[in-house]
């Protein structure tokens, strides 16, 4: 064992990089190098980036899904050993989120009915857009940490449509980005106001927003961490057309893309969306299809200079019996899509087979949300 500890400072590094957090927390008990080394910032974003780039072939997923008995769950979902493709279903292990664990904060109010989340580098944010008392909750499941935020600056007479999380590449920090409607300009122009929450200093502060938001489709964006910018469908009054809301977290700047004609004026009546290979994706479908789901898939491919974008009809996917609705893309070409009975179905762009994710307990409809997660050791006790 003596000789073990003796190991060249390098090589001691170069395994441990390749441990789960779980156990690297584990083994911060060894010794205080051990210590040191697990918790040093350079430790912390080499671990990260493997973790990132060898997401492809090792996932695990981040559920938020609420049971028939109306209780929300929290999980952390782990496919089992490697996978078969072959086979009609997906074997995994779900590991509940504690929520015993969050802190209490005396100037919030709890209730912890989280209706959406994004994910960036292993860290989750917990948010509920339709109410301005239930706190934001920023978690790491793989190592068990959470942090309640403070309470945003009061807006009198303002509504809250829409959050989002992301990362400052420049300042190494993570932001939360919240945005607020004035209430009672009914269906003309209408003022928005933006304030974000920086993880570094623990604290909200008001920012500039020159474009205008009025109301946003879903209850979470989509975060593109290539490009650390977060995307909102932002839906128009009627008389305009619908636009994509942007945030630049490190420039902390707001954009408005609109959407092509042939995007308006598509017969459907529900949308998402999602990232794909890097490239921001959007599905058009319609809920209310009773026997069978076609589903069209857009992308959305920048010049090189970025002044510009366009939208490319990728493909329509079905029509598929007993799909409701797409979720997000957990590999290249493996699309999660939600039934109507409340399973999750995992189906592939090439193949067109569709394969079951094992979870237990019977599902509420339309509740489930799904993300790509990241185990890290990124912490959201602050600092950077």
Same mark, same amino acid.
Request: with cysteine.
């Given at each position: 064992?003596?000789?073990?500890?003796?190991?060249?400072?390098?090589?001691?590094?170069?395994?441990?990089?390749?441990?789960?957090?779980?156990? &690297?927390?584990?083994?911060?008990?060894? =010794?205080?190098?051990?210590?040191?080394?697990?918790?040093?910032?350079?430790?912390?974003?080499?671990?990260?980036?493997?973790?990132?780039?060898?997401?492809?072939? %090792?996932?695990?997923?981040?559920?938020?899904?609420?049971? *028939?008995?109306?209780?929300?769950?929290? %999980?952390?979902?782990?496919?089992? +050993? $490697?996978?078969?493709? +072959?086979?009609?279903?997906?074997?995994?292990?779900?590991?509940?989120?504690?929520?015993?664990?969050?802190? *209490?904060?005396?100037?919030?109010? /709890?209730?912890?009915?989280?209706?959406?989340?994004?994910?960036?580098?292993?860290?989750? =944010?917990?948010?509920?857009?339709?109410?301005?008392?239930?706190?934001?909750?920023?978690?790491?499941?793989?190592?068990?940490?959470? $942090?309640?935020?403070?309470?945003?600056?009061?807006?009198?007479?303002?509504?809250?449509?829409?959050?989002?999380?992301?990362?400052?590449?420049?300042?190494?920090?993570? $932001?939360?980005?919240?945005?607020?409607?004035?209430?009672?300009?009914?269906?003309?122009?209408?003022?928005?106001?933006?304030?974000?929450?920086?993880?570094?200093?623990? %604290?909200?502060?008001?920012?500039?927003?020159?474009?205008?938001?009025?109301?946003?489709?879903?209850?979470?964006?989509?975060?593109?961490?290539?490009?650390?910018?977060?995307?909102?469908? +932002?839906?128009?009054?009627?008389?305009?057309?619908?636009?994509?809301?942007?945030?630049?977290?490190?420039?902390?700047?707001?954009?408005?893309?609109?959407?092509?004609?042939?995007?308006?004026?598509?017969?459907?009546?529900?949308?998402?969306?999602?990232?794909?290979?890097?490239?921001?994706? &959007?599905?058009?479908?319609?809920?209310?299809?009773?026997?069978? *789901? %076609?589903?069209?898939?857009?992308?959305?491919?920048? +010049?090189?200079?970025?002044?510009?974008?366009?939208?490319?009809?990728?493909?329509?996917?079905?029509?598929?019996? /007993?799909?409701?609705?797409?979720?997000?893309?957990?590999?290249?070409?493996?699309?999660?899509?939600?039934?109507?009975?409340?399973?999750?179905?995992?189906?592939?762009?090439?193949?067109?087979?569709?394969? $079951?994710?094992?979870?237990?307990?019977?599902?509420?409809?339309?509740?489930?949300?799904?993300?790509?997660?990241?185990?890290?050791?990124?912490?959201?006790?602050?600092?950077?």
């Amino acid at each position: 064992m003596e000789t073990f500890f003796q190991m060249p400072e390098l090589v001691l590094e170069e395994i441990l990089l390749w441990l789960p957090p779980k156990c &690297l927390f584990r083994f911060k008990c060894v =010794c205080k190098s051990w210590n040191a080394l697990i918790n040093d910032p350079s430790f912390v974003n080499k671990h990260l980036l493997i973790n990132l780039n060898s997401c492809k072939s %090792s996932t695990s997923l981040f559920l938020r899904w609420n049971l *028939q008995e109306s209780k929300q769950v929290l %999980s952390l979902v782990s496919f089992r +050993n $490697k996978e078969d493709d +072959n086979g009609d279903s997906i074997s995994c292990v779900v590991e509940d989120l504690n929520l015993s664990l969050i802190p *209490q904060r005396e100037d919030v109010e /709890y209730c912890l009915d989280f209706v959406g989340f994004d994910h960036c580098n292993g860290i989750i =944010c917990l948010f509920n857009r339709f109410s301005f008392h239930e706190p934001v909750v920023l978690c790491n499941p793989a190592i068990e940490e959470f $942090k309640v935020l403070p309470k945003p600056l009061l807006l009198e007479d303002y509504q809250t449509i829409g959050y989002g999380f992301g990362y400052d590449s420049c300042d190494n920090d993570y $932001k939360v980005v919240r945005i607020f409607r004035y209430i009672y300009e009914g269906f003309g122009a209408t003022e928005s106001r933006a304030q974000v929450y920086t993880l570094g200093t623990d %604290s909200w502060r008001e920012i500039k927003m020159d474009v205008k938001a009025y109301y946003f489709r879903s209850h979470q964006g989509v975060y593109c961490n290539c490009k650390h910018v977060y995307y909102w469908w +932002n839906e128009e009054f009627k008389g305009s057309k619908d636009r994509l809301i942007s945030f630049d977290m490190t420039k902390e700047m707001f954009y408005s893309i609109l959407l092509p004609d042939s995007i308006q004026e598509a017969d459907r009546d529900e949308d998402r969306l999602v990232m794909w290979n890097e490239l921001l994706a &959007l599905f058009l479908y319609s809920e209310n299809s009773l026997f069978s *789901q %076609s589903i069209e898939m857009w992308v959305m491919v920048e +010049n090189l200079d970025g002044s510009s974008s366009t939208w490319n009809k990728h493909l329509t996917i079905g029509p598929l019996e /007993y799909i409701r609705s797409p979720l997000t893309f957990w590999k290249n070409d493996e699309l999660f899509m939600n039934t109507r009975d409340g399973e999750i179905v995992s189906y592939n762009l090439c193949t067109q087979k569709l394969r $079951k994710l094992s979870i237990p307990g019977d599902v509420l409809l339309g509740w489930t949300c799904v993300d790509v997660y990241v185990k890290s050791l990124v912490s959201v006790r602050g600092g950077n």
